[in-house]
Each structure stands twice: as structure tokens, then as C-alpha cells.
């Protein structure tokens, strides 16, 4: 019986090996088979999709990247009005100029503050009142909503808005403080002023986008951390400093990239509120002077150089964010 049963086995493995290999030479079949399917299947679905994907990719790669190399090519000659570019001659003249141009510093220095200042502040207000939300205050749904409805304002809108609450001769801003005791401010003229008063409307419009991301952030977090917070005897500072907001930290980086990327667009906003291409003195950023210098004093070649320099920051915010997300295994 046992001899029969190896028998039995010996000839199935004879004639497993009669269809892998051939008796004319030839290699193995059945793989062969299994990747010319594979790879055919492949190739049927690739083509099928073909006209889904292919337009939307060739036209963002001609009007995004495109434009971008076409900019690029454009900062690198120097070009008047709207004069035909010389490709002939490359050189990187108007970035040499721009690092030499105390406008140009002036600009940037601007656009750091707003980008620091904003995003910290608005982080820091955000986190406040989520965790004030998060405590089960009455009316919390109601109040959330109130909060946020900013955000869904323009900046021409939240521009004009500050622009009437800032007037120096009946706006509440300086009818608050006069009635305080502390007198009347020209806060958008006063290049001590203006730059604040910038940032502290964009806190209000976008100080409730940080509350919404923190907020999920904290139902997220069980209750149990809460709680064996509390059985440690912890206070309520802080078990919030030291158990909850380091739980946080993904929150506040995504949070942080939006804010930032947030502040780099406010040009419309500094646009309404100055009512021109010449914003209020100590109020300048980047975005602004470049939009001036393209199309007011027609310095094509320069504005490119600093959309491109301004396309380069955006990148440096959002690459490590990328990143990030990228190891967390989240992209």
C-alpha cells in the first residue's frame, strides 16, 4: 500500500516536470504565461485609462509647469514692457538685483514677519479656543460656527471690512480706543502700525481654521489619557501641557504649512485694503512687489525673478511637510 502511494506521488511530480520543462530544449511555460498575461493586462488597462488621465496631465503640465519654466526663462534676460525676451543671452542679473534692492529687502523682511507672526499667533489663538470647544462650553456648536464663518470670507471682502473698523475718523477700532482713554490711530498710514493691523485681521479671518484642525485633533485623543492625568494629580495646565498638546504635534505641523501658505496669498488682501498696486508704507511683501514691478512699472524680467524666488519659499514649506507625511507613511 505504501509502496503504491510513493508510486503515486513519483509520477505526479514526473508530470508536473514534463509541463514545466520541454522536450525541444525550451525553458518553463507557465511563468512565461503568467507574466505575458500579467503584463498584457497591464498594458490593456493602461491604454484604456489613457483618456481619462492624459488631458488633465498635458494641460496642467503645459498651463503649471509650463509657465513656471516659461517664467524661469523670463527672470534670466531682461525684458521691458512688453517687449520680446532675447533668449539669447541668460544670466541672473535681476536676482543680483533684487538682493540689492533695499525695496526688495524691505519686502522680504515683511513677508517673514507676516509669515511668522500670523502663523504663530493664529496656532496659538486656534489652540485656545478648540481646547475651549473641546470642554463642552454651552452653545459650542453655535460658537464654532461663529468662529470660523471668517474663513469663508475673501481677502477683498475681510480687506474692506478692517479697512472701515481702521478708519481714523469713525471706525470702531479707534472708537474703542478713544473712549479707553488712549486716543485715535491711523492704523493702516502709520508704517509702525500697518503691519500689525495686517496681522491681526488675517488672525481673525484664519484663526478659526487652526481651531477646526485642533479640535479634531483633540476627540482624537482618548479619554484615558485624560483621565490617568487626573489620577496622577496633574492640574489642568498641566495636563494639557505636557500629556495633551505634545499629542498635537501632527495637527499643528498640518496646520502650520496651511497658514503659511495662507500668508504668502495675501496679496488680494493688501491689494484691497491699500486700493492699489502701492500698499500702505512698511506693509510691502513680496507678492505685492512683484505684481507692481509687472505691471505698473513694467519690469517683466524682475517680477519673474521674484515670482520664481516666491515659488522656491512655497516649496521650501511645503517639501518638509511632504516629507513628513511621506515617512508617517501617510502619502
Known amino acids: 500500500m505504501i509502496d503504491r502511494i510513493h508510486e503515486a ?30 503584463f498584457g493586462s497591464v498594458s490593456r488597462d493602461f491604454l484604456g485609462s489613457l483618456p481619462f488621465w492624459l488631458p488633465p496631465f498635458a494641460l496642467m503640465g503645459f498651463f503649471v509647469y509650463g509657465a513656471i519654466g516659461w517664467n524661469f526663462a523670463l527672470s534670466l534676460v531682461n525684458v521691458q514692457q512688453f517687449n520680446q525676451p532675447n533668449y539669447s543671452q541668460l544670466d541672473f542679473d535681476q536676482y543680483l538685483r533684487a538682493f540689492g534692492d533695499p525695496s526688495f529687502i524691505s519686502a522680504a523682511q515683511n513677508t517673514a514677519v507676516l509669515l511668522v507672526a500670523f502663523t504663530l499667533a493664529c496656532l496659538v489663538v486656534g489652540l485656545l479656543v478648540a481646547i475651549l470647544v473641546d470642554r463642552h462650553v454651552r452653545f459650542e456648536n453655535t460658537f464654532r460656527t461663529i468662529y470660523l464663518l471668517p474663513m469663508s470670507l475673501s481677502f477683498v ?27 485715535r490711530y491711523k492704523w493702516i498710514s502709520n508704517p509702525e502700525l500697518a503691519l500689525g493691523a ?82 500702505p508704507k512698511g506693509t510691502d511683501i513680496l507678492s505685492t512687489m512683484m ?6 512699472a513694467g519690469n517683466r524680467s524682475y517680477a519673474a525673478a521674484i515670482g520664481i524666488m516666491l515659488f522656491l519659499l512655497a ?17
Open 198 to 279: 495686517v496681522v491681526f485681521a488675517l488672525i481673525w479671518q484664519f484663526s478659526g481654521y487652526a481651531m477646526v484642525v485642533y479640535l479634531a485633533g483633540l476627540r482624537a485623543i482618548p479619554d484615558e489619557h485624560y483621565e490617568a492625568a487626573r489620577v496622577d494629580g496633574a492640574s489642568t495646565l498641566k495636563m494639557y501641557w505636557r500629556v495633551i498638546v505634545p499629542q498635537l504635534k501632527g495637527a499643528t505641523i498640518s496646520a502650520s504649512v496651511v497658514l503659511m501658505v495662507f500668508a504668502l496669498k495675501a496679496f488680494d488682501f493688501l491689494y484691497a485694503l491699500a486700493g492699489g498696486f502701492f500698499p
Open 9 to 38: 506521488v513519483r509520477a505526479r511530480g514526473e508530470s508536473e516536470g514534463d509541463g514545466d520543462a520541454r522536450t525541444d530544449g525550451g525553458t518553463a511555460t507557465v511563468a512565461d504565461d503568467d507574466a505575458g498575461s500579467f
Open 315 to 331: 516649496i521650501a514649506i511645503v517639501a518638509p511637510y511632504l516629507t513628513y507625511q511621506y515617512r508617517r507613511g501617510e502619502l
Open 157 to 183: 471682502v475681510t480687506a474692506q471690512f478692517w479697512l472701515w473698523l481702521y478708519n481714523f475718523d469713525n471706525g470702531l477700532v479707534n472708537v474703542v480706543t478713544q473712549a479707553l482713554g488712549l486716543g
Open 291 to 296: 505684481v507692481r514691478q509687472a505691471f505698473s
